[in-house]
């Protein structure tokens, strides 16, 4: 592991004590304010997705949370018919695609940061 790369673990510190706070109320916040949102690898996706400072993929969630493919795709896959993400063709390379959160998600984060503080 390179320097670069410790540093951005370092830079996602905050992410990962809002995640670990809201993972210790999911539950009463997916019952609460969401009934679509019941999974709580669902709201560190669209957190992670809009804390983002660089677009991310499918691939880039798998790296990140140490999942399979498979979980991850399942996942986006429930976001996107719920229509809190958006699947983008990258630019650079049209076999990928970027992912974006829609106005529904951009709404749903301070949501969520608030129930992270309770």
Do not use: W
Not at 21 to 29: L, V, Y
Not at 53 to 76: M, P, W
Not at 92 to 98: A, F, G, P, T
Not at 99 to 111: A, F, N, Y
């Amino acid at each position: 592991m390179g320097v670069g790369e410790e540093k951005d673990i370092f830079d996602e510190m905050s992410l990962i004590l809002l995640m670990y706070n809201i993972s210790q109320n999911g539950i009463k916040f997916a019952r609460l304010k969401s009934k679509e949102l019941t999974n709580i690898r669902e709201c560190y996706y669209l957190l992670k997705i809009y804390y983002s400072e660089r677009e991310l993929s499918q691939e880039d969630l798998c790296d990140i949370f140490c999942q399979s493919k498979g979980t991850v795709a399942k996942t986006l896959r429930k976001l996107e018919d719920k229509g809190y993400i958006e699947r983008i063709i990258n630019k650079d390379n049209r076999r990928k695609y970027i992912l974006k959160l829609t106005k529904k998600g951009d709404e749903l984060i301070p949501v969520l940061k608030r129930e992270a503080d309770h």
